[in-house]
Nanobody, 124 residues
Framework: QVQLRESGGGSVQAGGSLRLSCTAS???????MAWFRQAPGKKREGIAA???????GYPDSVKGRFTISKDNAKNILSLQMNALKPEDTGMYYC???????????????????WGQGTQVTVSS
C-alpha cells in the first residue's frame, strides 16, 4: 500500500511557474510514477511519467515546459511547470504503479495508487 499526497498547487498568471510535490508513504526507489491532470468535462490526461529507473517521458502538450523528477532519498515526486498556459488549468494528481516497469507510461490504467489531487489554475 502506497499513500500519495500532492502539494504546491495554486493560482498563477499565464507564463508563470509552479512546482508540485507528491510525498509517498513508501520508498519511491523502483516505483514507476506519473502526474495526471483533469479539467472539468475532460478525460484524465497523463502529462509526465518516469519508469522504475526514473527515465522520464512527456506528451507533446507539455514537452519542453514541464519536468518530472523523483527524489528517492526523500520519497518525493516533483513536477516543475514553466511557461504555464490557461489550458494547463485542472486538478493535478500523482500516481504510482506496482512492480517493475521499463519504459514510461502515460496510461492511467497502469497505475494502482493515487493521490487526492491539487488544483492548478492559470489565468490569462
Amino acid at each position: 500500500q502506497v499513500q500519495l499526497r500532492e502539494s504546491g498547487g495554486g493560482s498563477v498568471q499565464a507564463g508563470g511557474s509552479l512546482r508540485l510535490s507528491c510525498t509517498a508513504s513508501a520508498y519511491t526507489y523502483g516505483l514507476y510514477m506519473a502526474w495526471f491532470r483533469q479539467a472539468p468535462g475532460k478525460k484524465r490526461e497523463g502529462i509526465a511519467a518516469v519508469d522504475s529507473v526514473d527515465r522520464p517521458g512527456y506528451p507533446d502538450s507539455v514537452k519542453g515546459r514541464f519536468t518530472i523528477s523523483k527524489d528517492n532519498a526523500k520519497n518525493i515526486l516533483s513536477l516543475q511547470m514553466n511557461a504555464l498556459k490557461p489550458e494547463d488549468t485542472g486538478m493535478y494528481y500523482c500516481a504510482a504503479g506496482y512492480g517493475w516497469r521499463a519504459g514510461y507510461t502515460l496510461s492511467d490504467y497502469d497505475y494502482k495508487f493515487w493521490g487526492q489531487g491539487t488544483q492548478v489554475t492559470v489565468s490569462s
